[in-house]
């Protein structure tokens, strides 16, 4: 099975948009790095009491600490 070169076309453009989108995430991050670290603070519980709290800490550090 050979791909045409329009079937070629569409799956650079897809590739093309995915490293787009993903530069653009980047740089948002970057700019705003304030916020997330904000947000971070805000949402982590020093002493959680029940398991709903602790369960979002586990996602906290999981996801953003590193």
């Known amino acids: 099975?050979?791909?045409?070169?329009d079937?070629?076309?569409l799956i650079l453009l897809f590739?093309?948009?995915w490293m787009g989108i993903q530069i653009v995430y980047t740089i948002l991050v970057l700019l705003s790095g304030?916020?997330?670290?904000?947000?971070f603070?805000?949402?982590v519980y020093e002493d959680p009491p029940n398991l709903f709290w602790k369960c979002t800490n586990f996602f906290m550090y999981f996801?953003?600490?590193k």
């Open 63 to 65: 996801f953003f600490v």
């Open 1 to 5: 099975m050979q791909l045409s070169p």
């Open 7 to 9: 079937d070629v076309e």
């Open 34 to 39: 304030r916020v997330i670290t904000d947000y």
């Open 15 to 17: 590739i093309a948009g």
């Open 41 to 43: 603070e805000w949402a």
